[in-house]
């Protein structure tokens, strides 16, 4: 590990850093003091039999941005959907290896999955709000985890709504149809549904690749603003996005056509000090 | 390359064609339903000249050789007996293709579909004749004389059955797996997610299905003639024998002449009505998008 200071221990600059009610970045445990949270060890994936994901080791930490790039088809999105089990709805989908989030085994036959997932958050590469008003978007999921007082409802509502930025735009229309939100404002919307269940986790399956340039530019910002109080994963294409905002970094790659992880360090090594051949090609655009 | 055609909006001459055969078989469709209204009108037209439309729901009873065109107690029946049906085979429509969609194995779910669809594809007269020789005999031991509203509104049920699950399940079917995904990983359970996103979505479909089954209930003829007991009478109990207008139409056709004829065009003409309004409430309801 390079003994550089992490850039990105610093507040983004830009924008004051009150302007939410996140608080300041740093509220959570340091990112420099790197503190495993989720634990995956020689993960391995397959669909019908054909592998996705062969022997992925990795640790991701606690308050910082985990960025997993790579060519499509690598698996990210099967690392990233086996991480809050979301790869049991998939038929044919077969899992080995160990995953530990919270030093609790993920993959435990008796483990809870509905409390697994309110625990970690996913965001998707198309913003998905359900047909609903934006108030039943959000209050539905909150009720079936329990939360049924109606002051505390909207206390919660508010809140998220506020931390997503997207209060101000949707505070008199809480009642009309999600959908006839823009995608940048969708996006949001899911994001504020998931942070309403206060996960400690956030899986981001290309979260911004639907999003024109000005929208995926807002959530960006927002993404940003989660590090420290909450542990991000995100699955990006962009590369110049994953350097702006990733304390940490993993490389994937097709090999013997299942996907493995290539390289796993702090974002601005796999930049800048790659150690892997295959990584200095990628991240310079010299392949995939 | 645009310019190697006038314009891009025009069309080339076979497209034209293409759209010019395709409007003349709509037109042709839409004629069609406008000559048989045509046809309802004009031969009901002198009997309802002659009495006035007030009677046909006024009148005390169905004498027509007395002039007495009450058809109130036979729209009644037809009424209850279509609602009572839907009432039954909605829900339980619903439910199986939810049982189909989200529980059953993928094996279960598809013999289970094509039963469904082959009970949809049996003639109503076999169903009649089932009625006739188990449901009725079996409903005569607790309640003579067994041919009642209550058998007609279970054969009902079963006939419009299919045409609810199968509308149903094509309804959930086309619930984006989008919303799926979205509802699992925010750790909703299955119950929930069927409430709270999936029926909320599958909702214009699964309602314009229900009203389709209800047009059909409402349009059954043999069936309903062979077990429901064709007395005219307003029914006030479930065991009571009632007569459908459609089982009326078939019942008198053959001999009727005169008003009489005219009369029973003008019961035709009401049911025409009926499934207007019921089509102009499906389309309302399921906010213009009648198909998706």
């Not at chain 2, 004629?31 to 031969?43: D, H, S, T, Y």
Request: glycine residues 8%.
């Amino acid at each position: 590990m390079t003994s550089t200071i992490d850039m990105h221990c610093r507040p983004a600059t830009g924008t004051p850093a009150d302007a939410y009610t996140l608080g300041p970045l740093q509220s959570g445990p340091s990112c420099c003091d790197p503190e495993p949270l989720i634990r995956v060890e020689n993960l391995s994936l397959s669909y019908d039999n054909k592998p996705a994901l062969a022997g992925v080791t990795l640790d991701i930490y606690r308050g910082c941005i985990t960025a997993l790039i790579g060519p499509s088809g690598c698996g990210k999105t099967s690392f990233l959907s086996s991480l809050n089990r979301l790869t049991d709805l998939i038929p044919g989908c077969e899992v080995e290896g160990r995953i530990l989030i919270n030093r609790q085994d993920a993959r435990a036959p008796d483990l809870d999955v509905q409390t697994l997932r309110r625990q970690v958050g996913m965001i998707f590469q198309k913003p998905n709000p359900f047909p609903l008003s934006i108030r039943r978007n959000l209050e539905m999921p909150l009720r079936e985890h329990g939360v049924r007082n109606r002051s505390e409802l909207c206390d919660r509502l508010e809140r998220t709504l506020t931390d997503v930025g997207l209060w101000d735009e949707v505070k008199d229309r809480l009642d009309t149809p999600a959908l006839a939100l823009s995608g940048g404002q969708q996006q949001r919307l899911c994001l504020a549904r998931a942070l309403a269940l206060e996960p400690s986790v956030l899986l981001m399956d290309e979260p911004c690749s639907a999003l024109d340039p000005l929208s995926s530019a807002v959530v960006e910002d927002l993404i940003q603003r989660l590090r420290g109080r909450y542990t991000v994963v995100i699955v990006t294409h962009n590369l110049a996005q994953a350097r702006r905002i990733a304390n940490y970094a993993g490389f994937f790659w097709v090999r013997e056509r299942a996907g493995t992880l290539i390289e796993f360090g702090r974002c601005q090594q796999i930049f800048e000090e790659p150690a892997h051949d295959l990584t200095a090609a990628y991240v310079s655009g010299a392949r995939g | 390359m645009i310019w190697f055609k006038p314009s891009i909006l025009s069309p080339s001459y076979a497209d034209a064609r293409l759209g010019w055969g395709l409007a003349a078989a709509a037109g042709l469709a839409a004629a069609i339903l406008l000559l048989i209204v045509l046809l309802l009108l004009r031969e009901s037209w002198p009997v309802l000249q002659r009495v006035g439309g007030v009677r046909f729901f006024a009148d005390q009873g169905w004498y027509p050789a007395e002039e007495m065109y009450g058809l109130a107690p036979m729209l009644w029946a037809t009424l209850a007996a279509s609602f009572g049906a839907v009432l039954l085979a909605g829900p339980l429509g619903v439910a199986s293709a939810l049982f189909c969609r989200h529980y059953a194995p993928f094996s279960v779910a598809r013999l289970y579909r094509r039963m469904v669809t082959l009970l949809a594809g049996i003639p109503s007269v076999v169903f009649g004749f089932w009625g006739l020789t188990v449901l009725v005999p079996l409903l005569a031991q607790f309640q003579p004389p067994g041919a009642s509203l209550l058998t007609g509104i279970l054969i009902l049920a079963l006939m419009i059955l299919p045409t609810v699950a199968l509308t149903a399940d094509a309804a959930l079917a086309a619930v984006p797996d989008a919303y799926l995904r979205g509802a699992a990983a925010l750790g909703l359970s299955r119950g929930a997610t069927i409430a709270g996103v999936v029926l909320p979505a599958a909702r214009g479909g699964i309602i314009s299905g229900v009203l389709l089954a209800t047009a059909r209930a409402l349009g059954e003829t043999m069936a309903v003639l062979m077990v429901a007991g064709n007395v005219v009478q307003t029914p006030t109990s479930l065991f009571d024998p009632v007569r459908t207008l459609t089982a009326n139409i078939a019942l008198e056709m053959a001999y009727a002449s005169g008003d009489h004829r005219a009369a029973l065009f003008v019961s035709g003409l009401m049911l025409m009505g009926l499934v207007i309004i019921l089509a102009a409430a499906a389309w309302r309801l399921s906010g213009g998008r009648l198909h998706g």
